[in-house]
Nanobody
């Protein structure tokens, strides 16, 4: 059974940086794509960034130019580098992997103080 475990969240001041990691228990090549989603209190979960097996990436407009998604296949890990963080980036961030099924991690809290 595939498991996704996120890490790297925390409290940071506005303008700071964090790097989230998502470690998969199975090979991430089994996923067609990996992605990061986020959910703020009272809001729906939404896509932050996605990377395909071929390395194609896409980003939410609100994070373009500030966030970078990448993958390290040898470590079965996907990363989200977050720079120039804003208070509105505060949310629980979830890792997602899609193959024939969709898999989710447990989430990691990111809090950006003003």
């Amino acid at each position: 059974q595939v498991q996704l475990v996120e890490s790297g969240g925390g409290l940071v001041q506005a303008g700071g940086s964090l790097r989230l990691s998502c470690a998969a228990s199975g090979t991430i090549f089994s996923f067609n794509a990996m992605a990061w989603y986020r959910q703020a209190p009272g809001k729906q979960r939404g896509l932050v960034a996605r990377i395909t097996n071929g390395g194609r990436t896409e980003y939410a407009d609100s994070v373009k130019g500030r966030f970078t998604i990448s993958r390290e296949n040898a470590k079965n890990t996907v990363y989200l580098q977050m720079n120039s963080l804003k208070p509105e980036d505060t949310a629980v961030y979830y890792c997602n992997g899609v193959s024939q099924l969709s898999y989710w991690g447990q989430g990691t809290q990111v809090t950006v103080s003003s």
